[in-house]
């Protein structure tokens, strides 16, 4: 089944920093999403971006989509440590389920 | 408050006995999920239903069987048969109707010895 990959699996910065995961995934998609997930916690909905779009934003988020490339990146600036958490890209075909794939995640420490 | 409650958050178990882990909601969506995490890896999904008294089985179905009686209610029950049941059960819901998010609980995190 068709699954995003993100990139890095782990990235530690300081606070203030910005940081950037990717996300790369093999076949045509109707939208991707992104989650966060603080540990041992359930995963909460970030920003969900469609197929048409190249750009979405959510406060600090800023959510980037390449169809041609089969990639996403998630951007967060000026980061808290309150960010420190994994983050999920999930990928919904465009054809048949609507039900997402989720990676295997990247896992974020911000350092206060 | 809207939502999506698991139980119970910590649960143990001796091998060879059957568990059902619990998942409510009350957003009113009709799809609910259930996947399983395992350290360091993502969400596989285990079985998901679109509507009341139907469900499907995900990628790694086996050893595990749930029903759809209530719109609110999605019961998984680990069975013997699973392998290696340790892990973290995440149950989720949407709409449906087209890709939509999905809303998780906070998950039941299982311990079988």
């Known amino acids: 089944s068709q699954q995003g990959e993100e990139d890095p699996q782990a990235l530690s910065i300081q606070e203030g920093e910005n940081a950037t995961m990717n996300c790369s995934y093999k076949?045509?998609?109707?939208?991707l999403q992104w989650y966060r997930q603080n540990s041992g916690r359930g995963l909460v909905h970030l920003i969900l971006?469609?197929?048409?779009?190249r750009e979405k934003h959510s406060g600090r988020l800023r959510v980037t989509l390449d169809t041609s490339k089969k990639s996403s990146s998630l951007l967060i600036t000026a980061s808290r440590a309150a960010d420190t958490a994994s983050y999920f890209c999930?990928?919904?075909?465009?054809?048949?389920?609507?039900?997402?794939?989720f990676g295997r995640g990247t896992s974020l420490i911000v350092h206060p | 408050d809207g939502g999506i409650t698991q139980s119970p958050k910590y649960l143990f178990r001796k091998e060879g006995q059957n568990v059902t882990l619990s998942c409510e909601q009350n957003?009113?969506?009709?799809?609910m999920y259930w996947y399983r995490q395992d350290p360091g890896q993502g969400l596989r999904l285990i079985y998901y239903?679109?509507?009341?008294?139907?469900?499907q089985k995900g990628d790694i179905a086996e050893g595990y069987s749930v029903s759809r009686e209530k719109k609110e209610s999605f019961p998984l029950t680990v069975t013997s048969a699973q392998k290696n049941p340790t892990a973290f059960y995440l149950c989720?819901?949407?709409?449906?109707?087209?890709?939509?998010?999905?809303?998780f609980g906070p998950g039941t995190r299982l311990t079988v010895t």
């Open positions: 999930a990928t919904v075909g465009s054809r048949g389920s609507y039900i997402p794939t």
């Open positions: 239903s679109q509507i009341v008294n139907d469900f």
């Open positions: 076949t045509s998609i109707n939208n």
């Open positions: 957003l009113n969506h009709d799809a």
């Open positions: 989720a819901s949407s709409s449906t109707g087209g890709a939509y998010e999905q809303y």
């Open positions: 971006i469609r197929s048409n779009e």
